[in-house]
């Protein structure tokens, strides 16, 4: 099942705010308002919340929780490598998703 954008969105929002790994050990709350979940929202219209998509990234292991049933949240090793590919294959990526988040992308 390949990725919705929105869900892209939060990967490469999370590589650039650097919530990776062990020493990226975030909570939820934080980790929502670091990505601007907000706007990514509006943007893609997403009815889900952010709970709900954080534990299905977790589960396909994009994310990791450390096993603490979603009460932190950072980049696991797969998901890391996912970003890192998907930027070498869209090379704008980075500046459409900034142009989302900075309101200028409709």
Known sequence: MPLEPYEIAILLQMYNEQIIG??????????RSKINWRKIAMHYRVKES??????????????????????????????VDFVVGYLQENHTAQKDLDEILSGQKT
């Open 22 to 31: 062990h020493r990226g050990y975030t909570s939820l709350q934080i980790v």
């Open 50 to 79: 952010f709970d709900t998509i954080a534990r299905r990234l977790v589960r396909r292991r994009f994310l990791s929780d450390d096993g603490k049933s979603l009460a932190v949240l950072f980049l696991d090793k797969f998901g």
